[in-house]
């Protein structure tokens, strides 16, 4: 049997489902060129945060709410790079074919969100989480709470799979393990997770019943 065989199953979206990082990137650069920031710095600190949280931490001197939608902007221009994670469909299908309960809760908005699980062509969860449901993101536990309170589910029944260092402790302060997918950060990075596995396959094993 999987280690996490019976749990309601949260998973982040951008690096674990989705591939998302060229638009990320693209949409990220067009914004801090657009606002003078240093680019690298605000691609070095984006990872699992949302984007009024990035531009409360690199650019404190501009408007969070009035900066995210043109961060979303910039982002939804660039989308057209966005691919499923290799394994992502399958192991999707896999959950639904056992009636296993999952959904995904990200850093992203709604509308990038949505547009981004289309565009991979995985199917649309049941319970989507996204920044603009929550007043405190990723690191904050808010993010995972409010999904396995939508899923009906006890935090200690839920597993979350992450790719991000914030990620991975905003569903460990939630009270939930976490299998953190070494898919975009140093896997030194993500050692306070649960596990650290390599890909989408390693995260199957562990979620789905053996034969």
């Known amino acids: ?8 199953v949260l998973f982040d979206l951008d690096g674990v489902l989705v591939d998302s990082t060229a638009s990320i990137r693209a ?29 409360r ?11 995210a939608p043109r961060i979303e902007a ?10 499923a994670v290799p394994g992502a469909r399958e192991l999707l299908a896999a959950l639904d074919a056992q009636g296993r309960p999952w959904a995904i809760v990200t850093s992203g908005s709604d509308r990038i969100a949505r547009s981004r699980i289309g565009t991979a062509g995985l199917p649309l969860p049941r319970v989507l989480v996204t920044a603009d ?10 993010p995972y709470l409010l999904g396995a309170e939508r899923m009906g589910a006890a935090p200690g ?13 905003s569903g460990l302060d939630a009270g ?16 306070h997770a649960t596990t650290v596995v390599e890909d989408l ?3 199957a094993a562990l979620l789905l019943p053996r034969p």
Do not use: F, I, N
């Open 176 to 191: 939930m393990p976490v299998v953190a997918v070494a898919s975009t950060t140093d896997p030194g990075e993500l050692a």
């Open 74 to 83: 910039h982002e939804a221009a660039a989308g057209d790079g966005v691919r």
């Open 57 to 67: 931490l690199v650019a404190p001197h501009l408007d969070p709410v009035a900066e």
């Open 133 to 142: 449901q929550v007043a405190e993101g990723k690191p904050h536990p808010a």
């Open 27 to 55: 949409g990220l650069t067009a914004w801090a060129v657009e606002r003078g920031l240093d680019v690298a710095t605000v691609l070095e600190h984006h990872h699992g945060r949302t984007d009024a949280g990035l531009v």
């Open 201 to 203: 396959a390693a995260v």
């Open 157 to 169: 029944r839920c597993v979350v799979v992450e790719d991000s260092a914030s990620g991975v402790r």
């Open 1 to 8: 049997m999987g280690g996490y065989d019976e749990a309601t």
